[in-house]
């Protein structure tokens, strides 16, 4: 009976066959095919294309639209005349002596003993006076002199300085007269003695103005008394920076409808216009006027004490004139009321009426019947001379000696100003150049620096006289011009923040898959190399 084989279901147990361990087959990977050495080469001259387009293209055209411009400066240069070291100020002051009673030997000799006088009791070398002799019929404009010295016998030894022409009027006993073997004379030393005390201030402020700049100690003179310095620094805080031209206002402010018009115009011819014309040559003025009805003052109290003065005037309703032209403006205030000051402030006219307020203008307080109405030029003849004494002193004139003379000295001390003021600069100009290697310096900056150093050269050597200031505005002007280039303005705060942040998000999107491209084609390179090394060594050893 042969066997039936079983029913096979799903539960049915297979039995494994017991043996050895067989390994079941594994399927090799398949691997690409070979690249052709044509498409190798095809896809290494894409990528050397790319790269070539970036560096011979690319970088050429951004370098040469993203390079800053710095034009050459000669910062040593500046450096030095920032410290003084490019020139030393020296202002030699020639004073001409007109002795028509004496001999000419005697006149000689009386020259020589007052130059030895005044050598001994000048303590700075930068400010000397130099005597020579003059001729009668030429004044001092003529022969180029400081001040002139008129010599005349008389019963006494007296000085008096003329106050409208900058001529020293000395008499002299007979018997002052030095001998020629003499070594010293009493009258060249009386001589040496005016002309020293009649400079004193002009030397005084020469000294201030050095001192407080960066000069080598072998150029400062000797340090001023500390009443002497805090008195100058007090005229410098007050006057008005140096300008080629101010502009002056003068303005009516009446608490009421009265009075209504004024003669300011012929008063201001009358007694303002001379010193306006004698300052000329230094400074340029233009006038405007205005009257001002119910200017209610900002204090309202009829006696003003010093604390009132500063708030007296009323900026929020008094509508004063702006700057014409972007020259610095000058106000003069005439305000028709009963105030009256208590007490003077140091600043207050002797009359208590009027008050000087420092690089701003005066205010006077006029009083008149209250049915007035329209202001005389009589009436203003006190509030004008007043004006034209603040006037001065808000311009930094000296303080004492005639007017020529302390109009002569004004010009002397604005040309050591502005001379510093321009060296200072350039020294600005430079050390921001050398602080800021990435800032822009157009050529019109290297241009305004040549003119600056040359006009400075022109000044330093021209002091004393009216050249020199010319030269001296041109500089300080030329360097605050080339220091506040627009150009560079805008490149102070420029920091290297800001070109990460605008590079990145532009050239990261772009620089990854060239620089893996080029990593990528780098390491295949190899590869192949070191391949084309194994199968020739194989051959050899075959």
Known sequence: MSAQPLPSNDNDVSIATIGPKQEAPTSSKKLPPPEKPSDVRRRSHVILSFWLIVLLLGLPIWWKTTTIYRADLPLE?????????????????????????????????????????????????GHHLRLQMGDEKQDSADNGSALTIRLTPGEGTTATLDPYEPILDITYPQNTIPSPTASSSALATYIASQLRTTFAEEQATISYLLSTNSMPSEHRPLGLSPETAEALAKRTTRSLKYAPTYHLTFSLFTSGPLPSSWDIETAIEEYMKPVLNVLSPIHNFTIDTQVQLYA???????????????????????????????????????????????????????????????????????????????????????????????????????????????????????????LLRASSTLGSLARLAMALPSISIPSSVADGVTKTMSHLRLACDNLGGTEGLAHARIAEAEAERAFFEKSMVGQLYFPDEHKIAVYLPLLGPVAVPLVMGLINEIKAWRKRRRERAEKGAEKKGE
């Open 77 to 125: 240069d500046m450096l030095e005349w920032a410290d003084g070291k490019a020139c030393r100020p020296v202002f030699p002051l020639r004073i001409s002596i007109q002795a028509t009673s004496l001999q000419d030997q005697e006149a000689q000799n009386l020259l020589r003993l007052t130059q030895h006088a005044l050598d001994d009791l000048n303590d700075f070398a």
């Open 296 to 418: 209610s003052p900002g204090v309202q109290n009829q006696v003003l004490n010093k604390e009132d003065l500063s708030s007296f005037i009323n900026a929020a309703e008094w509508p004063l004139s702006p700057s014409i032209g972007g020259a610095p403006t000058i106000n003069f205030i005439v305000f028709v009321g009963n105030q009256t000051i208590a007490s003077p402030s140091q600043e207050a006219a002797p009359t208590s009426h009027s008050w000087l307020i420092p690089q701003w203008g005066t205010v006077f307080l006029l009083s008149l019947p209250g049915d007035t109405t329209h202001v005389a030029v009589a009436t203003l003849k006190q509030p004008l001379l007043t004006f034209t004494s603040h006037l001065l002193s808000l311009t930094g004139t000296p303080e004492s000696g005639s007017l020529p003379l302390r109009l002569s000295t004004l010009a002397r001390i604005r040309s050591a100003d502005l």
